[in-house]
């Protein structure tokens, strides 16, 4: 079992915590590190290490806070050099070359956004394998085995599409959002492609404030999947 809670979601900020029992790690450092503190009543000393996928800012705004907290942070190289900054509590990890923290092995996997960006297999030693997945329009990957799925939502083409249509929307975003993001649509194709037997829950993450429908998807995602899904 893995204990998922979100601290924040969206294009505003994301922040994930994951908890299989014996390690904690934080997904994410998306928001303010103060606004993490206090959501985690002040206790980040009991959090093993945080996972960063890239570098904008809605993912990373937190960074330099928990390194002079002296919290272990995990990217890439690219991810630092994107950042612009150096502290001796990061730590590089390489795409498809897994590493182990506390109780988790962690596996970095390629995904599909405008600068590079990793989505992360973690599997407990409780044999709970978890699936985290953002800011992506394809995973191009097949996955066997999971039983947590935390992964993008954002809009669905026909919202889009509307939104596009009746100029609330204009096309140049349109278009960077089709091609970094996860509509509805892809991610029920993504479903259709995987092994889902084991799943136990999907967290749909990092929705649109314009063109999402929160209940449209959670009932849709129930319907294609059968499975328990939660939108924070």
Known sequence: MIEIRTLATG??????????GETRLLIELGIQFKRIQRA?????SKIAACLISHSHKDHCKGVQGALDASM????SEATESEMGIEHNRIRRYENKKQFEVGTFTIL?????????NHGFLIQSENGSKLLFATDTYYVKY??????????ECNHSRKILDE??????VHEFLANRIIGSHFSLENLLEFF????????????LLHLSDTNSDEEEF????????GKLVYVP
């Open 72 to 75: 272990d942070v995990y990217m």
């Open 11 to 20: 294009s505003t900020g994301n922040c994930y915590l994951i908890d299989d």
């Open 40 to 44: 985690l009543n002040y206790e980040t």
């Open 218 to 225: 959670k009932r849709a995602v129930q319907a294609a999947t």
């Open 163 to 168: 939104n596009t249509n009746s100029g609330r």
């Open 192 to 203: 259709k492609a995987n092994d889902l037997s084991r799943v136990q829950e999907i967290h």
């Open 108 to 116: 970095p996997f390629d995904v599909k956004h405008d600068v590079e």
């Open 142 to 151: 097949k996955f066997k085995g999971l039983t947590h799925l935390m992964i």
